[in-house]
């Protein structure tokens, strides 16, 4: 089966964020993913409150359930509750999202640029797995390529991983990816064999998209936002959505519009 795509709808809430007010409107935005053929939506809600908010999670929980899709919510499970964020335990507690990808990032960190490492003491992130799947949320991990131990995810009670893919998508635009994607698909290889399902995500776009499906075996998820947007800026959501799902099911991926200047 074809990959599902889930779009991350965490650009459209910076630019709403970086004028207050409600405009534009992140659920109808997802809506608009979603009749173009998504098959889910990604958000990440930071205790910072930058993009995705607290108060933006019931109504898309709303929407994936009318669409009957699965919305899956990343974030750090360490990070301490705070005004206006009460935690990822307590966020997904009120929205029982499908799935739930843990991410070590930091408070300060601009994007998720680093996984998990399975070395030291894991009763911690066992713990935080087992209160995620308690809710009945599927739980991934967010994983570099090549990360020793990577099996000890399964240990941890995780059902999938997600593959960081910005160190692929580097190469990729580098014109040289061979030894970044080597590295996916010797860990896709490796999560598959411990029992782990497969996702991947970050800077994954039009142009780098088709090369890692047909290169790294068994993806089942991509999660994609800040191309998929900024890509949306010329051609609009429904056609960029559409673009995304043709590579998917194994079309080229359509020339990039140009801005009109």
């Known amino acids: 089966m074809s990959a599902r795509l889930s779009v991350n709808v965490n650009k459209v809430a910076v630019l709403r964020n970086s004028r207050g007010g409600h405009e534009p409107d992140v659920a109808a935005a997802a809506e608009a993913c979603l009749r173009a053929g998504a098959h889910g939506i990604t958000v990440h809600p930071r205790p910072d409150r930058r993009h995705i908010v607290a108060e933006d999670l019931p109504p898309l929980a709303a929407l994936a359930a009318r669409f009957d899709v699965e919305l899956n919510v990343e974030g750090n499970p360490f990070a301490p509750p705070r005004p206006g964020y009460p935690g990822l335990l307590a966020l997904c507690e009120g929205v029982r999202p499908a799935q739930v990808t843990l991410v070590p990032d930091d408070d300060g960190q601009l994007t998720s640029d680093h996984g998990f490492t399975f070395d030291g003491d894991l009763a911690p992130l066992a713990a935080q797995v087992a209160a995620f799947a308690a809710l009945g949320c599927r739980v991934s991990l967010f994983v570099d390529a090549g990360v020793p131990g990577l099996e000890r995810a399964a240990a ?21 990816a061979g030894a970044a994607l080597a590295a996916c ?50 051609a609009g959501l429904d056609a960029t959505v559409r673009g995304y799902l043709s590579v998917i099911d194994g079309a080229p991926p359509a020339p990039s519009p140009s801005p009109v200047l």
């Open 156 to 176: 941890l009670g995780a059902e999938r991983i997600e593959i960081y893919t910005g160190p692929y998508a580097e190469a990729f635009a580098a014109g040289d």
């Open 185 to 234: 698909i010797d860990t896709a290889r490796r999560a598959q064999a411990a029992g782990l399902g497969v996702n991947a995500g970050h800077d994954l776009s039009q142009a780098n998209l088709g090369a890692f499906l047909a290169a790294v075996p068994g993806v089942q998820e991509v999660s994609i936002g800040h191309a998929l947007v900024g890509e949306a800026l010329y």
